[in-house]
Nanobody, 125 residues
């Protein structure tokens, strides 16, 4: 599986961005897709995940109510809609794919076998 993330950029506080991750590979529909982020000097942080087998969705507490994750198996794409952005959301966002994940493991980056390159999101006035 190869992953290609896009959609990052510079946005003012309160603004919105939509990240996309395009995946190649025939088994995309059975994968769990996730977004992680890493800010300078900080550890990588789970943001959101969606499981392809049943649509189960997980969101970090810090983004719940502001971010939405969705996927299109027909287009092999996963999206992260980010609203009400604030400077604390500034980070490099990376998408990841894993298989046969149980719900309790969806937030663990070590469970994801494939990673795309990161896309920078900067929230600043």
């Amino acid at each position: 599986v190869q992953l290609q993330a896009s959609g990052g950029g510079l946005v003012q506080p309160g603004g919105s961005l939509r990240l996309s991750c395009a995946a190649s590979g025939r088994t995309f529909s059975s994968s769990t897709m996730a977004w992680f982020r890493q800010a300078p000097g900080k550890e990588r942080e789970f943001v959101a995940a969606i499981r392809g087998t049943d649509g189960n969705t997980q969101l970090a507490d810090s983004v719940r109510g502001r971010f939405t994750i969705s996927r299109s198996n027909a287009k092999n794409t996963v999206h992260l809609q980010m609203n009400s952005l604030n400077p604390e959301d500034t980070a490099v966002y990376s998408c990841a794919a894993g298989f046969r994940l149980i719900v309790s493991s969806m937030r663990n980056p070590r469970m994801y076998e494939y990673w795309g390159q990161g896309t920078q999101v900067t929230v600043s006035s």
